[in-house]
């Protein structure tokens, strides 16, 4: 399986905690890469529709706010084994960098 890019990887982060929103997903995104992602309306609605064609997310429910239809996205379950895969792989990256820094030779 090719890596997920950056943003797909956070979106589904932000869900698998449970169902948000569309501006509830931009601020969970922000807020896990510590303000290093922001994601425009578009781009957001544009990963969202990708994301539930691919079946990853699905729609939870939808409701009414102040006459705005708010629909609600959920993490699917093989969108769960695809976040559990890429975190996985992320971790195995991570780790070997951090081995190979641990036995790196001083520097004058």
């Known amino acids: 399986m090719a890596s997920m890019r950056e943003p797909t ?3 589904l982060t932000a869900l698998a905690s ?3 929103h569309g501006y509830g997903v931009m601020q969970e995104v922000s807020a896990l890469s510590q303000g290093g992602v922001t994601l425009r309306t578009g ?5 969202l529709d990708r994301l539930t064609e ?49 036995t790196r030779p001083a520097t004058a």
């Open 54 to 102: 691919q079946g990853l997310i699905e729609v939870d429910r939808e409701e009414a706010v102040d006459g705005r239809l708010r629909r609600y996205y959920r993490l699917a379950a093989p969108g769960a084994t695809a976040l559990a895969t890429e975190a996985a792989r992320l971790r195995r990256h991570a780790d070997a960098a951090v081995s190979r820094l641990n």
């Open 18 to 20: 449970g169902p948000l």
């Open 9 to 11: 990887f956070l979106i």
């Open 43 to 47: 781009t957001l609605y544009g990963a």
